[in-house]
């Protein structure tokens, strides 16, 4: 639909028309009062197209419109970033006169606001027709307001040919043995909710169903009934109390009863029954807790049990009874496949020359059951040769979307978007444009969908903050997978399941929302009015099959690009361009003709210099050289005054045998005049710089090198007057240098700190450490060379769940005593040669989950390791021989260990688990978690 692209242009147009400049000059405000008029229209189409979804299915002519509908609301973005950029470039310190002379001339733009006009009045004459002409799409419609199309959707009912018998049930054993012990009526004889979620076509359904079948016998009262997105509460107790009333084999005439009346006979009735009910497919908590209302507890044992894709409808099932249900394993899954696709041969067994095209149908399915048994199914009845199979693979998608034995898994997994609030939609899709299986970094793709445009401004939260609640919500609506958390339980990396991106990619192309471009099978022609570009494979020039598109995002994950894309105007509104990885080692001058771009993304790349007309992408956001060999901003990079996220850092030595192993940026001249910065880092301290660092206000991460100890009073100056800092990076300029930092008080209390080199005496029990003892999650200590143990002190700081401690202390001993750390999960020891005893007391660590200890050469043994029952992973690299055969001899058997040898040789693995702990954020995002 296109609800999410009217959306996005009547946002930006409440931003074209609030431009502080407007109320100056009378032929601007013209153009400002066209484009509010054109907004009025546009919401009342979105209103209308949100009308036509809840209300029927669309057919031909109405989708045609609906196409007219989105290419119009694209024109009109681009009018408006045009009308922004000719408003927006001027001489900002000049009058307000001064600009509007400007820009009301015939300049060397891009734009002139005689086009923009001219732009607008095509837009209304479009607009015009589209409204004459929504009366053929309500014709085509039909009664549109008559029947409300989810109450014609056929619910999930057990026995369903496209469900799954109690045989060909795997997978589910753990989850189904639990279900059950929820039903048994000793356990409990209150009423108990219990909730499986996850994401459409996992199977919920199908164990609920199972269970009911074998389990319904025990209770007098037995309802299952499945709850659309559009319920209404009368229906619902309707059909409760028909299925009531047939169970006593009674009519029920409840048609003229009004809604009260009915929750009043429901609960007369149920008042003297043990009775289970089951909601299938609950959407909302709101939609639940109405429905629970009328459901007493008879302190009989009665049981409801709910179905939702929701993490946040789940949360209502009493403490213990919320089941997630997940994604088969890949043996499971390939045994139900195998079951469907096979049905008459002995033991289900897939033929050799069959084995290779039926794996990779069960990998795309991704462990999704319904998908499984569905495409299982379809080639159970196709002759079993490579041939036919290898079609069916090539064409999965297309079969999905066409095949009538199909349809209904695309209908399942399409609701879930169909249902998803329109601000949600682009973000939802925009993820499809990674590679399968590709681990999207949290931090990484809010700031995209933030150059985007796709995040509304809420109250005083930062656009990031919006953002960051939108991907919860999509998460908990099970359209992404979180595959990594950190320490504190935060987001740190998604997926999408397979089968769920191919569908994405599928609603994309067909709203010309964006283009996965792969030309691995040949030349590949993208669709002109196609928004956004991924290049997965490239083995040909993209720039024929660019053609005419004004595309917003292109972004190149095929790292054999070996030149700067270059884009044709038609291209010039591109808001986001990502290059990260590709061997480019100049960006052209022209790159500041794309005055619109926000996210320049050029990570790993050969780039020395930026081109000094870089300083002319006013509306520049995030600018990212992580790993780059670019260490400077241009001269006049003060002009970039939208700039967000600055990150920027050279790895110098990766095995880190010096203190100075990375190269940070170096401080420009301007550097704080960027009020909007919220991440600046990996930055060279400078006296200048220290001085103005007040100056940017809104920083939410910082790091900082090369810091001397002069530096250190204007420094903590500067950082007290910060209110929004999050997470701290100090680095000291060299290894004898001294952090005088014990007079360090911040406003707002950090959740990540990092001090890298020597710090004066008192700092860890200054006011600094301890005002930040119930709020702090990590904290890493390097090349300290600290003579006293600063264990005891870091144990004040009850919060912490990731400690690591690298040369930080030259002491012997190191001791956790009962009580300590009762949050850390990962523990990190490395580089302490003169440590040779380390005890754990029974009651320390409680959830410590992962132990790194690396070059503590003089450690035999670690008494009382066997107390920490929660570890999941333990790496000992470079340690003593004795330890080894001490660790050995120990037998902890409920302890995953791996160890190398302990010489270190030239490559040895430590070095590369050295470089993923030591490195702050800003110079490296490696992470290492195979060995």
Partial sequence: MAEAALLLVTTKIGIAVAAEILHHAKSVAKLSEKMTLIRN??????????????????DGVTETWIGQVRRLAYDMEDLVEQFLYVVGKHDQKGSWWTSVKKILKKPQYLFTLGEIATGLEKINQALTHLKQNRDWTQAGVGDLFATNYDSQQQPYLPGHDYSISDDELVGFDKNRKMLMGSLNLENCPDLQIIALWGMGGIGKSTLVSNVFRNEASNFECRVWVSVSQSYKLEDISRRILKEIYSEDKKAFDGEKLTCAELQDKLKEILKTKRYLIILDDVWTAEAFRKIKEVLVDTKMGSRIIITTRSDEVASQADDGYKIKVEPLEKEDAWHLFCRKAFPRTENHICPLALRKCGESIVEKCDGLPLALVAIGSILSLKEQNDTEWGLFEAQLISELNNNSNLKHVVKILNLSYKYLPDDLKSCFLYCAMFPEDHMIHRKKLIRLWVAEGFIKQIGNCSLEDVAEGYLRELVRRSMLQVVERNSFNRIKCLRMHDLVRELAIFQSKRESFGTIYDDSHGVMQVESDSRRMSVLQCKNDTQPSIGQCRLRTFIAFNTSMGSFPWFRSESKYLAVLELSGLPIEIVPNSIEELFNLRYLGLDKTKVKVLPKSVVNLHNLETLSLRGADCLYLPRGS?????????????????????????????????????????????????????????SLSQLRTLSITGVRSIHCAQLCDSLSKMHHLSLLEISASNEDEVLQLETLTLSNRLKKLTLIGRFSEGTLTSPFCSNNGDVLHRFFLYWSQLSENPVPCLSELSNLTQIRLNKAYTGQEINFQTEWFPNVKTLSLLNLPHVNQICIHEGALVRLEELVIINLAELQDIPGLGHLKSLKETQFYDMHPDFVRNLEAARLEHIPISYYRTVRELNHPSQYIMFALFMPFSVCSITCTKF
Avoid: C, Y
């Avoid at 919401?43 to 669309?58: H, Q, S, V, W, Y």
């Fill in 41 to 58: 229209d546009l919401e009342l189409i979105r209103a209308f197209l949100k009308e036509i979804g809840m209300k029927a299915p669309t």
């Fill in 638 to 694: 003060k002009k970039l005054k939208s700039l967000r996220h600055i990150i920027m850092g050279k790895l110098l030595d990766g095995t880190f045998s010096s203190f100075k192993s990375f190269e940070s940026m170096e401080p420009s001249e301007g550097l704080w005049s960027f009020k909007n910065l919220q991440t600046l880092g990996a930055v060279r301290a400078s006296k200048a710089f220290v001085a103005k660092l007040a």
